[in-house]
């Protein structure tokens, strides 16, 4: 309507629309692109003759501004309702003249239709801990072996997990940290972890239960049942102990090294985790082994009754006879699938060989994909159309509708963009904003004719013929000017106290672009660009650049910063940890090495799976340092406790005493995550995607890689080491005769 002056009756008596539409120095105060109408700003599909004039345009949008009032808790209720009458005028009327539907784009629909999205993820995911229920359960029970299964013992080993949780999170929140939706992915993320722990504790139980039936015989005869089941339990802790207390250490000193991002939803995702798995290690090593305990007590106590009743286990019972007298349960546990067929394959020299060459494969493809991957934030990602089963969710039309508004109304190939002064004596400043406007009119992505326009040159063009002499004057005219009808349509632009000092002031600009450069990068270079000519060319003023896209620029910037940064920082103390608990710098550096190359190959599937490095897939190239700590460092605790003579026979061992409870860790973080596969949100989807890389990488590298690796060039046993201590202080103290003649057996060396 700017075109006609905003008056239906000239719109009416124009002969020639299409001329109209052609002039360039119609005046527009009202849709913020600046003193003359941008006709790309609200038509689209703009065809042009060879002269460049228009000959026609096949969609028109329509801007509607709500009176942003506000009140505390969120939007005015009565814009909000407003917004829904808008969203059904598309119901209302006929309007079959268009090619395409009428469907207001508003924030309430765009607000409804994420958080819609967010709501059926979240729905769909609180499943997942009951699916790790029902796994601890299965995991933990066993029917050939009644007093080795311990399926409800794996139920309380997943409720203390949970406890551990609520803990973590209290002590987080109480200390300044924001929950956020982003947080409680780390809930489901620490169910998974805080199980391994739980099952590398009952599996060295397993591992280093004695002969079962002597303890069950000598509570028949009247000992203390208390004191033979804790005897029992800090065996198994003394096997276990030190794995858990390595990796739960590594894994929180990770995390926290995370934090130090200045990214609050990465920095508050990595206090919830590290601090809910120091409450998980702590509550693992002392509610958990007191309900084992008591699950001890319990079967010694079953095992005594048994064998009291020698009647009722020949003619009832025969399975619980059986398994008192089974040598599994008596101290000759046998090899597991990992410590057998597994090992023996793996570990031969065709296993070997296939293992390196497929890490080696594997580690080149993704420094090809991490040397390709680039940093980009694409908005229209995080709106959703259909749930897993097809469903429309609400508002289920806004994504195709904003990706047509992105391809068809960007303003002519011009971007809109907002330049903001500060307060100052522009009376004083005139001669430098005058200067910086003229100079930044002349940069190559700027259009001239979008600063020329700006406030302070219209105001000079006004007071030419009566300058001011002071700066009292200049404010005087400035506020004068302002109600005049040349001056109304910039009231919103120069913001006024009532002293008529200036406070702030506003130029809309545009940026030229062609549209297939039209991306987050090219902004952010853009947006530094102009940052920093305001700062050299007009200090005084403080200019400042601001288009909605640059929030999504600052957070690249920001996230290629900081994650370097982080990533860096974490590798360096998970190293420092591992050798300060492992004690042996090659071992230190082996499941350093196992860590990094896990999150080279994270990075790498960015480009793999044909997404961008930006706030949320950085996020998980991060914590995946300590996502990949657990199994290798699992395993090379297991391998240098190992008292083996040769590395493959260490190798083997480590495989048959951890394979199991490592791999049914890892499987229960899995199955914690696998339903948000199903999740149509992107936040989740990238979620799904990354974790999931981490968690196969991680059990890759700690149950295939790490065993051939020790197998090969494997640190020395820590008891191989005692060994050779030993026997060198006693060579040392033996008594040496100093006397001559030939050495003889007491004196010789």
Not at 646 to 655: G, H, P, Q
Request: net charge neutral.
């Amino acid at each position: 309507m700017a075109f006609w002056g905003w008056d239906r009756a000239t719109l009416e008596a124009d002969t020639d629309i299409i001329a109209t539409i052609n002039r360039q120095d119609v005046p527009d105060c009202c849709s913020g692109a600046g003193p003359f109408v941008v006709l790309g700003q609200n038509a689209g599909k703009i065809k042009r003759d060879d002269a460049g004039s228009v000959i026609s345009i096949g969609t028109l949008q329509l801007n509607f501004y709500l009176n942003a009032k506000t009140k505390k808790g969120g939007r005015d209720k009565k814009n909000r309702e407003l917004e829904k009458e808008f969203d059904k005028i598309r119901d209302k009327g006929s309007y079959d003249y268009l090619d395409k539907p009428l469907k207001p784009l508003t924030s309430f629909a765009q607000s409804e239709n994420v958080g819609g999205g967010f709501d059926y993820d979240q729905a769909l995911i609180n499943g997942a801990s009951i699916l790790i229920f029902l796994y601890a359960f299965w995991a933990m029970h066993q029917r050939k072996d009644p007093y080795a299964s311990r399926g409800w013992l794996g139920v309380a080993a997943a409720g203390v997990v949970l406890v551990a949780v609520a803990a973590g999170f209290g002590l987080a929140i109480a200390g300044g940290t924001v929950f956020s939706a982003t947080a409680s992915i780390a809930i489901f993320l620490i169910l998974g972890i805080g199980l391994d722990d739980a099952f590398v504790i009952v599996g060295a139980e397993l591992v280093h239960r004695g002969d079962f039936s002597e303890d069950a015989r000598k509570v028949k005869d009247g000992a203390d049942v208390y004191e033979i089941a804790s005897k029992r339990v800090v065996r198994a802790m003394a096997a276990a102990g030190p794995s858990i207390f390595v990796t739960s250490i590594t894994d929180a000193v990770a995390f926290y090294a995370g934090a130090i991002t200045t990214i609050p939803a990465i920095r508050a995702f990595c206090i919830f985790c590290g601090t809910c798995v120091l409450t998980d290690y702590l509550l693992q090593t002392t509610l958990f082994v007191a309900i084992l305990t008591l699950d001890m007590r319990m079967k010694l106590r079953r095992g005594a009754r048994e064998l009291n009743d020698e009647a009722q286990m020949r003619c009832c019972k025969p399975c619980v006879k059986n398994a008192l007298s089974d040598p599994k349960i008596n101290g000759s546990r046998p090899t597991s699938f990992f410590g057998g067929r597994y090992a023996s394959v793996l570990l031969s020299k065709v296993g070997m060989a296939f293992v390196l060459a497929s890490t080696a494969a594997i580690v080149c493809v993704a420094a090809v994909g991490a040397s390709r991957v680039t940093a980009d934030f694409q908005y229209q990602d995080f709106f959703v159309e259909t749930d897993a089963f097809g469903n429309d969710l609400p508002y289920a039309w806004f994504k195709s509708d904003f990706e047509f508004q992105e391809r068809h109304f960007r303003d002519g190939n011009q971007y809109p963009i907002g330049v903001y002064t500060s307060t100052a004596d522009y009376f004083v400043e005139g001669s430098t904003t005058q200067k910086f406007y003229q100079e930044y009119a002349q940069q190559p992505y700027v259009v001239t004719e979008s600063v020329t326009g700006n406030w302070y040159d219209a105001h000079q063009l006004y007071a030419a013929s009566n300058p001011p002499q002071t700066s009292e004057e200049y404010k005087t005219s400035v506020a004068t000017w302002l109600q005049t009808d040349e001056g109304k349509g910039y009231q919103e632009d120069v913001l006024m106290d009532a002293d008529n000092n200036i406070l702030a002031t506003k130029t809309d600009v545009r940026w030229k672009f062609n549209k297939k450069e039209l991306d987050t990068p090219m902004i952010l270079n853009r947006m530094l660009r102009s940052r920093s000519f305001g700062r050299k060319h007009a200090s005084a003023v403080k200019p400042r650049f601001y288009q909605f896209a640059f929030v999504f620029a600052e957070g690249i910037r920001v996230v290629l910063r900081e994650s370097v940064i982080s990533l860096c920082i974490a590798c360096v103390a998970v190293l420092v940890v591992l050798l300060l608990l492992l004690g042996d710098l090659w071992a230190a550096c082996l499941v350093a090495s196992s860590v990094i190359m896990v999150c080279l190959i994270t990075y790498g599937s960015i480009y793999w799976y044909n997404d961008h490095l930006n706030n949320v897939s950085a996020f998980f190239v991060i914590i995946a340092v300590g996502l990949a700590t657990d199994a290798s460092a699992h395993y090379c605790v297991a391998f240098l406790e190992s008292s083996k003579l040769t590395s493959k026979d260490r190798a083997v061992e480590a495989l048959d005493l951890l394979g199991p409870p490592v791999f049914l860790g890892g499987t229960s973080t899995i199955l914690g995550i696998c339903l948000t596969g199903f999740c149509v949100t992107y936040v989740f989807q990238t979620f799904f995607r990354y974790l999931m890389t981490i968690l196969i990488l991680a059990v890759w590298f700690g149950l295939v890689v790490m065993p051939v690796v020790c197998a090969l060039i494997g640190p020395k046993s820590r008891r191989e080491a005692i060994v050779a201590k030993e026997d060198l202080e006693a060579v040392t103290d033996a008594p040496i005769s100093v006397s001559g003649g030939a050495p003889t057996a007491e004196n010789s060396i």
